[in-house]
């Protein structure tokens, strides 16, 4: 490596290639393939480690341990990765040849059990609402609004029928839901909306 050259390093392989691995900024380096080296783009990419790779890091004997390790876990119902290692820890499973390390191994070569991650998070139960108490309407507005304007509009929402009324001055909404658009259904469900101005 040159620096003065180029602020670069060379990895040449023993198929012939050159790998080249140039600088992003805060001394870090990273190769860019050919496509990218063309459009000379500045953005670098991150190699993804598959289980695979990870299991080579490890002797066989390790890596059947922690296959082993995943098949207690699932046995005991998948306890959390802490719950497991205290168990082991503590020894309440008689005649155990696994240690927290195993745990710990199981847990860098395979990542967190998706059956742990899905069957823990449960529904929060929603916050009791206080009873609604009606409330006496004012006299300056039962005074200033003895006339009522009411406004009706029919809705349809993929095939069913809405009443909605709207009051002028006040702006205050209703909808109701209405089986078809009859004279006979319209009259029924205004007459509550009528005795709410009265």
Not at 45 to 61: C, G
Not at 72 to 83: D, E
Not at 101 to 130: C, F, M, W
Not at 166 to 193: D, G, W
Request: aromatic share 8%; proline share 6%.
């Amino acid at each position: 490596m040159d620096s003065a050259v180029e602020k670069c390093f060379n990895v040449h392989r023993k198929d012939g290639t050159i790998l080249k691995f140039v600088e992003c900024g805060d001394g870090l380096y990273v190769w860019l393939d050919k496509i990218n080296q063309r459009q000379q783009q500045q953005c670098p990419f991150t190699l993804a480690q598959t289980t695979s790779d990870i299991e080579k890091m490890y002797t066989p004997r390790q890596v059947q341990q922690a296959k082993d390790v995943r098949e207690l876990q699932r046995r005991l119902a998948y306890p959390p990765q802490q719950k497991f290692e205290q168990i082991i820890k503590s020894g309440s499973l008689l005649n155990c040849p696994y240690t927290v390390d195993d745990v710990r191994q199981s847990y860098h070569i395979y990542g967190p059990i998706v059956e742990v991650l899905k069957g823990k998070t449960t529904r929060a139960r929603p916050e009791i609402l206080p009873s609604q108490s009606l409330v006496k309407l004012p006299s300056y507005i039962h005074d200033k609004h003895q006339q009522v304007t009411l406004c009706i509009d029919l809705l349809s929402v993929n095939g069913n029928y809405f009443l909605h009324t709207i009051s002028r001055n006040i702006q205050f909404h209703t909808t109701s839901p209405i089986p078809n658009c009859t004279k006979k259904q319209l009259v029924r469900r205004l007459e509550p909306v009528f005795q709410q101005y009265h």
